[in-house]
């Protein structure tokens, strides 16, 4: 799914019609990482030095370890929030650049002109997937996305698909 033929120095003179970034929602800052930790800690803490006051002290151990466990699932949470996807449309372009939390790669260059946006809509949810059709193949795209601002991206993106379809604007002619 490339277009032939094409440099960067054409891009680089073209109007960017829509650009967008998306990555992963993360509803915890880190300023709420370290409060969680430091909650989580403290009532192990607590409750460690209650099962030794009773003389069960081997259950301190496995209380450290549930902290353990809880801060190596958020930092690995984390980890994946690195994630993005960059989707670009100009007149002769759209690329989807997606870059996995390992820092992997992926990039696709379609033509707007033959491409369009297959949606998977539900009446109870909304919009769940997103598709880029280009040449038979479909790119699904905005999966980091809620349904609702699924479909704001979609408008936005469809717009910006039919104004490369409609070519350059001229100014008197």
Known sequence: MTTPNRTDNDAATEPTLFSAIITPHRSLSSRGFVAVMALVGGLSFIGGMFFIWLGA????GFLGLDVALVYWAFRANYRAAAAFEE????????RVRRVSHRGEVAEWTLNPLW???????????????????????KLPVAGYLSPHERE?????LSAALGEARRGPARIGV
């Open 87 to 94: 989707v670009t449309v100009t007149p002769s372009e759209l």
């Open 57 to 60: 002290w081997p259950v301190i």
């Open 152 to 156: 704001g991206f979609a408008a936005e």
């Open 115 to 137: 491409t369009k946006l297959d949606r998977e809509h539900n009446e109870d949810y909304g919009l769940l997937k997103l598709f880029l059709v280009s040449r038979g193949r």
